[in-house]
């Protein structure tokens, strides 16, 4: 019963091209966040929601666009994908935001790759 | 910019020894500090949290934190091969309280 879940979870796509990503948490959260993982292991906080509002929004191309339907879910909309936008995208959940002594948890990742 | 500044390593320990993994950060501010470990193609799992000044032990595992120095550590006492993996140390430093992640210390234990 997975707690925190990306789709798809390899996505190949070419330069140019318009992509999403889906995650949806059945832990209770009322807090999301989109993390983005480079080659060298460096996680970077793009995105966070509570209660289905944007709390963060930190400075990426607004070709990213996020959008949360219902606290349960965030998603991920790239425009015109360019070759730097390959990594591998990281959903997150917590409860409150602000001060969280209990950490994140995790979704699998999306590992996009832009050719 | 808030930071929090971890060795990158490799750090290599033969299996049975402590390893000693630790982060330093730049803002005062912040309250929590947790321990994520990271196996090669998998999302980070959280292992430890620690809020207190001093030391919090579960099982294997120790973290240690000092406020005044802004320095926070992990202890893995009998290091296993299974342990081989990148830590990655967080503080709740945010601008929205979110968790700033260092760049990982990547662990190899040796059989």
């Known amino acids: 019963d997975t707690a925190v879940s990306q789709t798809p979870k390899y996505l190949v796509t070419q330069m140019g091209n318009d992509k999403s990503i889906k995650c949806e948490q059945n832990?209770?959260?009322?807090?999301m966040y989109w993390y983005k993982q480079d080659s060298k292991k460096f996680l970077k906080i793009m995105f966070s929601y509570n209660n289905k509002e944007l709390i963060i929004n930190e400075t990426v191309p607004n070709r990213f666009s996020p959008k949360s339907p219902d606290k349960a879910h965030l998603n991920l909309h790239i425009n015109s994908l360019e070759l730097g936008d390959s990594a591998v995208y990281f959903c997150?959940?917590?409860?409150?935001?602000?001060?969280?002594?209990?950490?994140?948890?995790f979704g699998s990742g999306t590992r996009l790759t832009v050719v | 910019q808030k930071e929090v500044e971890q060795n990158s390593g490799p750090l290599s320990v033969p299996e049975g020894a402590i390893a000693s993994l630790n982060c330093t950060y730049s803002d005062r501010g912040s309250q929590s500090f947790f321990w994520y470990r990271q196996y090669s193609g998998k999302s980070p799992e959280l292992i430890m949290f620690?809020?207190?000044?001093g030391d919090k032990e579960d099982g294997r595992f120790t973290a240690q934190l000092n406020k005044a120095s802004q320095y926070v550590s992990l202890l893995i006492r009998d290091s296993q091969p299974s342990d081989s993996a990148t830590y990655l140390c967080?503080?709740?430093?945010?601008?929205?309280?979110?968790?700033?992640f260092g760049k990982g210390t990547k662990l190899s234990v040796k059989p």
């Open positions: 832990l209770g959260h009322d807090t």
């Open positions: 620690i809020y207190s000044n």
């Open positions: 967080a503080g709740n430093g945010g601008s929205q309280g979110n968790l700033i």
């Open positions: 997150a959940s917590s409860q409150g935001w602000g001060n969280t002594y209990y950490g994140y948890t």
